[in-house]
């Protein structure tokens, strides 16, 4: 009889520890509210994510896989805490990237969107030229590899983890790669567009745009006028008839970013990106009737490559 009690007594102690080990071990696998995109809500924990997919286990056991662009923002927010993407995804990812190659006679241009897809494509004569459509990356160390499918179409392999205009890198098939010249990294926005013809090139918080000829200047730096601090902001310069010749932003009194020259009749002359006072990046020229007349990449002032045509539009020998 006493055997039977100190059974029943035991076998109940052994379910109340049953419970709290169960309790405990769903408390720690942090299940959550889940909002998508759309604003429907689920709990779930998460199982693995990174910046191509989420997986989700679902209270009653179901798994969820889904792109990270599916999620509210909060939640995107979330998973990149708790899963940090890598160096080279956080270069890439939203980002084009314009390249020029070896023995080619255009610019190649990979554009990484938010939503796990990449457009590549080519630049000949302000043209853009896209290549097949619906293809997506993954990002893995320092490559980005293009799938068609479950194929790997192509293979973009960096030498950096920090990837900036006149890096080298290598593009293509696994088999006969090509290599080339990174000529600008830079916000991703409409495949069609021309990054060179664009109006709205990110520059610094204007502190007010000024003419470059009422600053002061000593050993390479601008200064405010009667004063002993350097001038950060926009400036422009005018030519004789009144138009603009010139615009640049100052950072501490040095060209810093993008700055566009015009010739006297209106014409865009040039743009050139500058860092600390320095041409550093991507340099293009026009000739007065609007034709491209060459581009080139510098690396503190200096040049590294070139390319360049003729006012017909063919591309002369280097």
Not at 6 to 23: E, N, T, W
Not at 89 to 107: H, Y
Not at 214 to 223: F, N
Not at 251 to 263: A, I, T, V
């Amino acid at each position: 009889m006493g055997i039977t009690r100190y059974s029943k007594v035991a076998v109940f102690s052994l379910l109340i520890i049953q419970c709290a080990v169960a309790q405990q071990s769903e408390s720690k696998s942090e299940y959550r509210e889940w909002t998508s995109a759309l604003g429907t809500k689920i709990d779930a924990e998460v199982i693995s994510a990174d910046h191509t997919e989420v997986i989700l286990k679902t209270r009653d056991k179901k798994i969820l896989k889904l792109h990270p662009v599916k999620l509210s923002q909060e939640d995107q927010n979330f998973l990149k805490e708790k899963f940090p993407p890598s160096p080279l995804a956080e270069k890439l990812i939203g980002k084009r990237l314009s390249v020029q190659a070896a023995d080619w006679p255009v610019t190649a241009l990979f554009q990484f969107e938010l939503d796990g897809t990449v457009k590549l494509g080519s630049l000949k004569r302000d043209k853009v030229i896209q290549e097949k459509d619906g293809l997506t990356y993954k990002i893995d160390g320092l490559i980005a590899k293009v799938f068609d499918n479950d194929k790997i179409h192509s293979l973009l392999k960096f030498s950096s983890a920090d990837p900036e205009s006149g890096t080298k890198m290598t593009f293509g098939p696994e088999k006969g790669p090509l290599s080339g010249t990174i000529l600008s990294v830079v916000p991703a926005f409409s495949f069609n567009d021309v990054y060179d013809k664009k109006d709205d090139e990110p520059v610094l918080i204007e502190k007010g745009s000024v003419n470059i000829n009422t600053l002061e200047k000593l050993d390479g730096i601008y200064y405010e006028p009667d004063a002993f601090t350097s001038f950060s902001g926009k400036v422009y310069r005018l030519s004789t008839n009144g138009k603009k010749a010139e615009e640049v932003t100052l950072r501490y009194g040095q060209r810093e970013g993008l700055q566009r020259n015009w010739y006297f009749n209106g014409q865009q002359q040039s743009k050139s990106l500058w860092k600390n006072g320095k041409k550093d990046g991507a340099m293009w020229e026009w000739y007065e009737d609007g034709q491209k007349k060459s581009e080139m990449i510098f690396k503190r002032d200096q040049l590294i490559s070139k390319k360049e045509w003729d006012d017909e539009g063919a591309l002369i020998e280097e």
